[in-house]
């Protein structure tokens, strides 16, 4: 990167390893970044007993509970991408999700009957927002919510609003495959599938505010029984994803977006997402199983392979 360090700040939320890093004098914005983190994961985790998103899940079916603005106004956005990615992105999946965790974790596959009970969990149409006492509630018991796929995004952008509000232009976001790089040109680089972390497929030349996001399969998986097993469920069958995507990349402008549209996106494949991601100006890459890439058209030009 062009430029000397002068500030950084790492630290784990949101379940990976944060890194803020800032080209200038920057001590009190970068504080005030972590902490507006750290706070953001306190609410939304699914895992910590004390978060709202916690308080949700475990009065699911039986009353509603009040929420801050952040996670009232991220769940709204969650069931907004829901409807525009006709439900393949669903926060109300983390059943099913937990359901493939499990079974990579122990090298066995659910049983028919288990996992098609926890597809019947899986429906955003069952999150009750009621907007002026800001409450939420899932409708039937046994009903989960998990903010995962679209959290980091949405810390992200809130960090890059902080230090556009203490003047700060020059700087890199990387929350986890999420970044955002703020002001010069910098190169950002595109996980090698189930290649060693940090190893580069391509790299994207990006500057001014945009973000990168990008998800694979790769990041959790094992063979069972003879069969491929990885973490990104496709909720019309259940199962893992058989899209073909070993990974898939998206720039754009807002990172919560892109978050949500990369899972979806992931799972509708290079052909069929394209026109979604066109509508909304979103650029993209697709590295398939096939060991083809496929990449948007105003892509080409800023995209190192």
């Not at 430029?3 to 001590?27: C, P, R, S, W, Y």
């Not at 090298?107 to 429906?123: C, F, I, S, W």
């Amino acid at each position: 990167m062009i430029g000397t360090v002068h500030t950084q700040k790492l630290f784990f939320a949101m379940g990976t390893v944060n890194t803020i890093t800032v080209f200038e004098e920057a001590d009190e914005a970068l504080s005030a970044a972590k902490e507006r983190v750290k706070n953001l994961d306190r609410k939304l985790s699914a895992y910590s007993h004390d978060s709202e998103i916690y308080s949700i899940n475990s009065r699911a079916g039986i009353a509603p509970v009040e929420v801050s603005i952040d996670t009232f106004r991220l769940i709204k956005h969650s069931v907004m991408y829901s409807r525009l990615t006709d439900g393949l992105f669903d926060i109300t999946s983390r059943p099913l999700s937990q359901l493939w965790k499990n079974a990579i974790r122990c090298g066995q596959l659910p049983d028919e009957n288990t996992l098609n009970e926890a597809r019947k969990l899986v429906n955003y149409r069952d999150i009750i927002l009621d907007f002026p006492k800001r409450t939420v509630m899932l409708k039937n018991k046994g009903q989960q919510i998990d903010l995962g796929a679209i959290a980091k995004g949405y810390a992200a952008d809130e960090v890059r609003n902080i230090l556009h509000a203490y003047g700060i232009e020059n700087a890199v976001i990387n929350f986890g495959g999420t970044v955002i790089n703020m002001g010069q040109q910098r190169n950002i680089g595109i996980q090698k599938p189930f290649a060693p972390n940090g190893q580069s497929a391509a790299s994207i030349k990006v500057e001014n505010g945009k973000a990168v996001v990008s998800s694979g399969l790769y990041e959790q998986f094992c063979i069972i029984d003879g069969s491929f097993i990885h973490h990104i469920a496709d909720i019309r069958t259940g199962k893992p994803s058989d899209s073909g995507s070993l990974g898939v990349t998206l720039i754009g402008d807002n990172a919560e977006e892109l978050d949500a549209l990369a899972t979806a996106a992931f799972i509708m494949g290079a052909e069929k997402s394209m026109e979604l991601l066109k509508q909304h100006n979103i650029e993209a890459l697709f590295i398939t199983g096939d060991n083809k890439v496929y990449v948007t058209e105003n892509l080409r030009e800023i995209i190192r392979m």
